[in-house]
């Protein structure tokens, strides 16, 4: 079998799009709609795949042609479902038409093949670096009634089992249409043996994994509040029941968006399984005049028979080098101290000087000065839209500052909230119509401040200009870029009526826009994007930001879960991780120094807290750890991560890293209470090389790499509540490190 290909097959209309990991199969159904075929692992080739088109006759079932009781849509499995025409499953398109039907009838019309993958106009998706890296199928379908064409698009990637997907409308037809639903993805499975796993939660809990097993009926995730949102993020995992971290076979499906979606799966009466991902179509509508035409979010598909964690590192690989750009990609993350949790709001210039001065001093790089430096910005009601600098707490200016900052040695980062404006602000007081508002209705606010309309242009042009001119001005290398709270009263003073259901998705586009046009005319910068801890943590930041505040819940304990769920899709290296002070803010609760640091190593590193309120043996322990990270992080951040006990399900976590080469490998393992005369513990391993010879520096021991992976590394503690002299005592949330290293390659 070969590499990667994309096949058509004249006699048979049937597409094979295929590389060594998956196969996905498609054929042109009698009724000129596109039939759904296969998608699994990798099969052999054949001319002809039509008799996986199952149909069967079934009473009380409505039929496509007169004289044939088999055909009907609701029982085939199909590409692109359409509203109306005898299929009864939620469809993938829904079109408004000037009459008020929604029928559409999506013929086939043609197909091109093209090598590496065309980029998506105004929107984050993947990419290629060379024509080689992937294949791009386009099929074309039209309605005969309106006019409309439908382009789906498919990319086959070389060296993964991902199969990215998007659908772009052109209305060719002589009036307007309404797109009500224009989802990214539809697949239809044969069968719904699969256990759905998504990542939910809320502010400060984000990200854990919960697990149920699909009955008939729909069950769904979404968002409908302007961003992806901390309830849930935008990605599902569905797992063979025998399927585990370890082996088996799962599907990931994740969207590359950062506005309202949805993902659902509806399994129907004769248990097939119709899964769609893309915008919420709830909450838009999209008007298309003719010629105009529109592209819909892409969504990622991958497949594995490995088990959960290769189809993690599928993901990470993926968006770490083909979907995060620029400079920062492929560079290990600057240590950085924020101010945040240090001062919140009550900070001075030589308050910020102190704290960047003793973080200089124990290995800090980059200087992080968060919320409350611009505007009237004394508290949460003032100062969001005025980008300029408070003169009452910088009396000398941003400039100065990050010139001060840069004299001791350390880059200066500085946090904005671009798409919010506080009523008292001047830019407010100036524009107070380019919030987003409904005519005559009350306007909600969320933490006092209300949301910019992104919408229109002039809007992204004038918050443009001011952190352009910031950017220009001062020595700035890190960006936090905020959002901190969600959409309410959607309606834009700036588009018609019919135009309002489009406001949700063109705010996110001006969101984009913006990214794009700092991140291009600011290279080097570091953003980092946060919405209120993970409140936006998706796949369409990535694209601009190469790192993402995971949590404002900066607890290690609670970060585990944290950490642990969204490593599922996300690569370790955009995972915003710090060390913060006990008793913890968010919780109160209080875990060792080291366990803090050790939770923290895996993801982007940093402190949020002031080291000067440290003890000296505290300081000098920070002092380690960054030491450490220095001397690791380029393999924790873009080592091969693998999940090995889940702190889901009992009171020990454990994850690891692996170089590629296989030759270092550091273990994260957690406990979270204590227990006295406890059992033997061992962690099996995985990604090791069963030849090499691993060093354990904690023990000085060495062990095969087949021993470490089938017997496991022994993690018992060496006393039963009894301590020997000389050894620290354990308490509750212990957590160790353990550096493998090869000493006989
Ligand atoms: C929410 C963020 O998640 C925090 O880290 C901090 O930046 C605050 N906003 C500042 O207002």
Same mark, same amino acid.
């Given at each position: 079998?070969?590499?990667?290909?994309?096949?058509?097959?004249?006699?048979?209309?049937?597409?094979?799009?295929?590389?060594?990991?998956?196969?996905?199969?498609?054929?042109?159904?009698?009724?000129?709609?596109?039939?759904?075929?296969?998608?699994?692992?990798?099969?052999?080739?054949?001319?002809?795949?039509?008799?996986?088109?199952?149909?069967?006759?079934?009473?009380?079932?409505?039929?496509?042609?007169?004289?044939?009781?088999?055909?009907?849509?609701?029982?085939?499995?199909? *590409?692109?479902?359409?509203?109306?025409?005898?299929?009864?499953?939620?469809?993938?398109?829904?079109?408004?038409?000037?009459?008020?039907?929604?029928?559409?009838?999506?013929?086939?019309?043609?197909?091109?093949?093209? !090598?590496?993958?065309?980029?998506?106009?105004?929107?984050?998706?993947?990419?290629?670096?060379?024509?080689?890296?992937?294949?791009?199928?386009?099929?074309?379908?039209?309605?005969?009634?309106?006019?409309?064409?439908?382009?789906?698009?498919?990319?086959?990637?070389?060296?993964?089992?991902?199969?990215?997907?998007?659908?772009?409308?052109?209305?060719?037809?002589?009036?307007?249409?309404?797109?009500?639903?224009?989802?990214?993805?539809?697949?239809?499975?044969?069968?719904?043996?699969?256990?759905?796993?998504?990542?939910?939660?809320?502010?400060?809990?984000?990200?854990?994994?919960?697990?149920?097993?699909? =009955?008939?009926?729909?069950?769904?995730?979404?968002?409908?509040?302007?961003?992806?949102?901390?309830?849930?993020?935008?990605?599902?995992?569905?797992?063979?029941?025998?399927?585990?971290?370890?082996?088996? *076979?799962?599907?990931?499906?994740?969207?590359?968006?950062?506005?309202?979606?949805?993902?659902?799966?509806?399994?129907?009466?004769?248990?097939?399984?119709?899964?769609?991902?893309?915008?919420?179509? *709830?909450?838009?509508?999209?008007?298309?005049?003719?010629? *105009?035409?529109?592209?819909?979010?892409?969504?990622?598909?991958?497949?594995?028979?490995?088990?959960?964690?290769?189809?993690?590192?599928?993901?990470?690989?993926?968006?770490?080098?083909?979907?995060?750009?620029?400079?920062?990609?492929?560079?290990?993350?600057?240590?950085?101290?924020?101010?945040?949790?240090?001062?919140?709001?009550?900070?001075?210039?030589?308050?910020?000087?102190?704290?960047?001065?003793?973080?200089?001093?124990?290995?800090?790089?980059?200087?992080?000065?968060?919320?409350?430096?611009?505007?009237?910005?004394?508290?949460?009601?003032?100062?969001?839209?005025?980008?300029?600098?408070?003169? !009452?707490?910088?009396?000398?200016?941003?400039?100065?500052?990050?010139?001060?900052?840069?004299?001791?040695?350390?880059?200066?980062?500085?946090?904005?909230?671009?798409?919010?404006?506080?009523?008292?602000?001047?830019?407010?007081?100036?524009?107070?119509?380019?919030?987003?508002?409904?005519?005559?209705?009350?306007?909600?606010?969320?933490?006092?401040?209300?949301?910019?309309?992104?919408?229109?242009?002039?809007?992204?042009?004038?918050?443009? =200009?001011?952190?352009?001119?910031?950017?220009?001005?001062?020595?700035?290398?890190?960006?936090?870029?905020?959002?901190?709270?969600?959409?309410?009263?959607?309606?834009?003073?700036?588009?018609?009526?019919?135009?309002?259901?489009?406001?949700?998705?063109?705010?996110?586009?001006?969101?984009?826009?913006?990214?794009?046009?700092?991140?291009?005319?600011?290279? !080097?910068?570091?953003?980092?994007?946060?919405?209120?801890?993970?409140?936006?943590?998706?796949?369409?930041?990535?694209?601009?930001?190469?790192?993402?505040?995971?949590?404002?819940? $900066?607890?290690?304990?609670?970060?585990?879960?944290?950490?642990?769920?969204?490593?599922?899709?996300?690569?370790?290296?955009?995972?915003?991780?710090?060390?913060?002070?006990?008793?913890?803010?968010?919780?109160?609760?209080?875990?060792?120094?080291?366990?803090?640091?050790?939770?923290?190593?895996?993801?982007?590193?940093?402190? =949020?807290?002031?080291?000067?309120?440290?003890?000296?043996?505290?300081?000098?322990?920070?002092? =380690?750890?960054?030491?450490?990270?220095?001397?690791?992080?380029?393999?924790?951040?873009?080592?091969?991560?693998?999940?090995?006990? $889940?702190?889901?399900?009992?009171?020990?976590?454990?994850?690891?890293?692996?170089?590629?080469?296989?030759?270092?490998?550091?273990?994260?393992?957690?406990?979270?209470?204590?227990?006295?005369?406890?059992?033997?513990?061992?962690?099996?391993?995985?990604?090791?090389?069963?030849?090499?010879?691993?060093?354990?520096?904690?023990?000085?021991?060495?062990?095969?790499?087949?021993?470490?992976?089938?017997?496991?590394?022994?993690?018992?503690?060496?006393?039963?509540?009894?301590?020997?002299?000389?050894?620290?005592?354990?308490?509750?949330?212990?957590?160790?490190?353990?550096?493998?290293?090869?000493?006989?390659?």
């Amino acid at each position: 079998m070969g590499n990667m290909s994309i096949v058509y097959h004249e006699s048979s209309k049937t597409f094979h799009l295929y590389n060594e990991d998956v196969s996905y199969i498609m054929t042109v159904m009698r009724n000129g709609h596109l039939g759904q075929l296969y998608y699994g692992k990798r099969i052999r080739d054949r001319e002809n795949f039509s008799h996986l088109l199952e149909t069967c006759k079934r009473p009380m079932t409505s039929y496509v042609y007169d004289n044939d009781r088999t055909f009907s849509l609701e029982h085939v499995r199909q *590409e692109y479902p359409v509203f109306g025409t005898t299929d009864y499953r939620q469809p993938a398109v829904e079109i408004r038409q000037e009459n008020g039907s929604r029928i559409s009838d999506f013929q086939y019309q043609g197909y091109q093949v093209r !090598k590496g993958k065309p980029k998506l106009s105004g929107l984050p998706a993947t990419y290629t670096e060379n024509e080689k890296e992937a294949e791009t199928l386009t099929v074309t379908l039209e309605d005969r009634v309106t006019k409309v064409r439908v382009k789906l698009l498919y990319t086959i990637f070389a060296e993964s089992g991902a199969l990215a997907r998007s659908v772009q409308f052109v209305n060719g037809g002589e009036g307007p249409v309404y797109l009500s639903r224009a989802m990214s993805l539809s697949l239809d499975m044969p069968d719904h043996d699969y256990l759905w796993q998504q990542l939910s939660g809320c502010w400060a809990r984000e990200c854990h994994i919960h697990t149920r097993s699909l =009955e008939p009926g729909i069950q769904s995730i979404g968002s409908m509040r302007g961003h992806s949102s901390h309830e849930h993020n935008p990605f599902l995992v569905l797992k063979r029941p025998s399927a585990d971290e370890r082996q088996g *076979e799962a599907m990931g499906i994740s969207l590359v968006y950062s506005g309202n979606f949805r993902i659902q799966a509806e399994v129907d009466a004769h248990d097939t399984l119709r899964v769609l991902a893309g915008i919420d179509p *709830e909450t838009f509508e999209w008007k298309l005049e003719p010629g *105009e035409d529109f592209q819909t979010p892409e969504a990622v598909m991958v497949y594995t028979d490995r088990g959960l964690n290769h189809l993690s590192q599928t993901f990470h690989k993926l968006y770490r080098t083909r979907l995060a750009r620029g400079y920062w990609r492929d560079r290990p993350r600057p240590i950085l101290n924020n101010n945040w949790e240090a001062t919140y709001f009550d900070f001075t210039q030589d308050r910020l000087i102190e704290i960047a001065s003793r973080a200089k001093e124990c290995g800090v790089e980059l200087f992080v000065l968060d919320d409350g430096w611009f505007g009237e910005r004394n508290n949460e009601r003032a100062g969001l839209g005025d980008w300029r600098v408070n003169k !009452k707490r910088l009396p000398k200016g941003v400039g100065f500052l990050a010139e001060r900052i840069e004299g001791l040695g350390l880059q200066f980062g500085l946090w904005f909230e671009p798409e919010m404006v506080n009523r008292n602000s001047d830019f407010y007081r100036a524009h107070p119509d380019w919030i987003l508002s409904t005519p005559g209705r009350h306007e909600s606010h969320g933490r006092h401040q209300y949301v910019l309309d992104f919408s229109r242009k002039e809007v992204v042009d004038a918050i443009y =200009e001011q952190m352009a001119k910031l950017l220009r001005e001062a020595k700035i290398s890190y960006i936090k870029w905020d959002m901190n709270r969600s959409i309410t009263e959607c309606y834009s003073a700036a588009w018609p009526a019919d135009r309002q259901g489009e406001i949700y998705h063109r705010y996110i586009l001006g969101v984009y826009s913006l990214y794009e046009r700092l991140t291009t005319e600011f290279p !080097k910068v570091l953003f980092e994007s946060c919405a209120s801890g993970g409140g936006r943590f998706d796949p369409g930041m990535l694209y601009y930001a190469p790192q993402g505040w995971v949590s404002d819940d $900066s607890d290690a304990v609670e970060r585990l879960k944290i950490q642990y769920g969204t490593s599922m899709c996300y690569p370790i290296s955009s995972m915003g991780a710090h060390v913060s002070v006990t008793p913890n803010h968010q919780v109160y609760r209080n875990t060792p120094l080291h366990t803090r640091a050790n939770v923290a190593y895996f993801g982007a590193f940093g402190y =949020e807290l002031d080291l000067n309120r440290l003890s000296e043996p505290e300081r000098n322990e920070v002092k =380690e750890q960054i030491a450490f990270m220095k001397k690791y992080r380029e393999i924790l951040q873009f080592g091969i991560f693998y999940r090995l006990k $889940s702190p889901f399900e009992g009171n020990e976590a454990a994850w690891m890293v692996v170089s590629e080469d296989k030759k270092t490998a550091l273990v994260g393992w957690y406990r979270i209470l204590n227990c006295v005369n406890g059992s033997y513990t061992r962690v099996r391993l995985l990604g090791l090389n069963p030849e090499y010879c691993y060093r354990n520096a904690r023990t000085g021991d060495c062990h095969f790499g087949d021993e470490l992976m089938n017997v496991g590394l022994i993690t018992s503690d060496e006393t039963a509540g009894e301590l020997p002299a000389g050894i620290t005592p354990y308490t509750d949330f212990e957590s160790r490190i353990y550096v493998l290293e090869v000493t006989k390659p």
